[in-house]
Protein backbone atom coordinates (compact mmCIF):
# COMPACT_ATOMS: atom_id res chain seq x y z
CA UNK A 1 0.00 0.00 0.00
CA UNK A 2 0.91 3.49 0.34
CA UNK A 3 3.76 4.93 2.77
CA UNK A 4 0.98 5.98 5.27
CA UNK A 5 -0.98 2.99 4.83
CA UNK A 6 -0.52 -0.59 6.32
CA UNK A 7 -2.89 -3.69 4.87
CA UNK A 8 -3.17 -6.49 7.37
CA UNK A 9 -5.03 -9.48 6.28
CA UNK A 10 -5.56 -12.49 8.61
CA UNK A 11 -7.95 -15.45 9.28
CA UNK A 12 -9.01 -17.14 11.90
CA UNK A 13 -11.84 -19.65 12.43
CA UNK A 14 -15.37 -18.85 12.42
CA UNK A 15 -16.24 -20.63 15.78
CA UNK A 16 -16.32 -18.68 19.31
CA UNK A 17 -14.76 -15.65 20.54
CA UNK A 18 -12.11 -15.63 17.50
CA UNK A 19 -13.40 -12.14 16.28
CA UNK A 20 -13.38 -10.58 19.31
CA UNK A 21 -10.13 -11.54 20.36
CA UNK A 22 -8.53 -9.73 17.29
CA UNK A 23 -11.15 -6.43 17.50
CA UNK A 24 -9.52 -6.33 21.30
CA UNK A 25 -5.94 -6.76 20.35
CA UNK A 26 -6.60 -3.56 17.48
CA UNK A 27 -8.35 -1.66 19.73
CA UNK A 28 -5.35 -2.19 22.50
CA UNK A 29 -2.98 -1.29 19.96
CA UNK A 30 -4.80 2.01 19.16
CA UNK A 31 -4.25 1.86 15.84
CA UNK A 32 -5.75 4.80 12.82
CA UNK A 33 -7.95 2.28 10.93
CA UNK A 34 -9.17 3.12 8.24
CA UNK A 35 -11.24 0.61 6.67
CA UNK A 36 -12.14 -2.90 7.72
CA UNK A 37 -14.02 -6.08 6.27
CA UNK A 38 -14.63 -9.40 7.10
CA UNK A 39 -16.03 -11.88 4.66
CA UNK A 40 -16.60 -15.82 5.58
CA UNK A 41 -14.82 -18.14 3.69
CA UNK A 42 -15.02 -22.06 3.95
CA UNK A 43 -16.45 -22.20 7.40
CA UNK A 44 -13.21 -19.36 7.99
CA UNK A 45 -13.07 -15.61 8.85
CA UNK A 46 -10.71 -13.46 6.53
CA UNK A 47 -10.28 -10.10 8.32
CA UNK A 48 -8.81 -7.55 6.43
CA UNK A 49 -7.75 -3.96 7.63
CA UNK A 50 -6.27 -0.72 6.35
CA UNK A 51 -4.34 0.80 8.83
CA UNK A 52 -3.19 4.68 8.78
CA UNK A 53 0.43 5.04 10.20
CA UNK A 54 3.34 7.22 10.67
CA UNK A 55 6.35 5.56 8.10
CA UNK A 56 8.87 5.40 11.09
CA UNK A 57 6.82 3.63 12.81
CA UNK A 58 5.34 1.13 10.22
CA UNK A 59 7.71 -1.82 11.00
CA UNK A 60 7.57 -1.60 14.43
CA UNK A 61 3.56 -1.56 14.44
CA UNK A 62 4.09 -4.85 11.95
CA UNK A 63 5.63 -6.47 14.63
CA UNK A 64 3.25 -5.15 17.23
CA UNK A 65 0.79 -6.82 15.40
CA UNK A 66 2.15 -10.16 14.73
CA UNK A 67 3.04 -10.61 18.26
CA UNK A 68 -0.41 -9.49 19.79
CA UNK A 69 -1.80 -11.63 17.30
CA UNK A 70 0.30 -14.97 17.97
CA UNK A 71 -0.43 -14.51 21.92
CA UNK A 72 -3.74 -15.05 21.42
CA UNK A 73 -4.71 -18.91 21.84
CA UNK A 74 -6.32 -20.03 18.86
CA UNK A 75 -5.99 -20.97 14.69
CA UNK A 76 -4.26 -17.62 13.68
CA UNK A 77 -3.28 -17.31 10.31
CA UNK A 78 -1.63 -13.33 9.27
CA UNK A 79 -2.09 -13.71 5.53
CA UNK A 80 -0.09 -10.44 4.76
CA UNK A 81 1.00 -7.24 5.72
Known amino acids: MGEKTLFVSL???KAGDAMIKI???FESL?????TANATIV???IK???LIEVDVEEKDLLK???????SALSGPY?????
Open 11 to 13: ICS
Open 23 to 25: FEV
Open 30 to 34: KLKII
Open 42 to 44: SGM
Open 47 to 49: KTV
Open 63 to 69: MKIERAI
Open 77 to 81: NLMSM
